[in-house]
C-alpha cells in the first residue's frame, strides 16, 4: 500500500509496486537495470535512425530542387 485515494465519498486504500524476497533483491535489480540500459540503447539507436533519414530527405530534395532549377531556368548566358 502506497497511500490513500479520495473519491466516492469515502477513502479506499492505493497499492502499487512489488514485494520481492530480499535473497532475490539482487537478481532483480540486476535484471531491471539490464532492461532500462537496453532501452536506453534501442531509444538512442532510434534517434539516430530518424535523424539519418532526415538528412538523406534533405539531400534528396536539394538535388530535386536543382534538376529542376537546372531543367526549366537553363544555364543563364551573359
Known sequence: MIGWEFSGGGCHPVFDGFVVCQE??????DAWDKEVEEKLKKDAEKKEKRAIDNWKKLIKGMLMHQKIRNKYLGKEKN
Do not use: F, G, Q, S
Not at 532475490?24 to 535489480?29: G, K, S, V, Y
Open 24 to 29: 532475490n533483491a539482487e537478481t532483480l535489480m
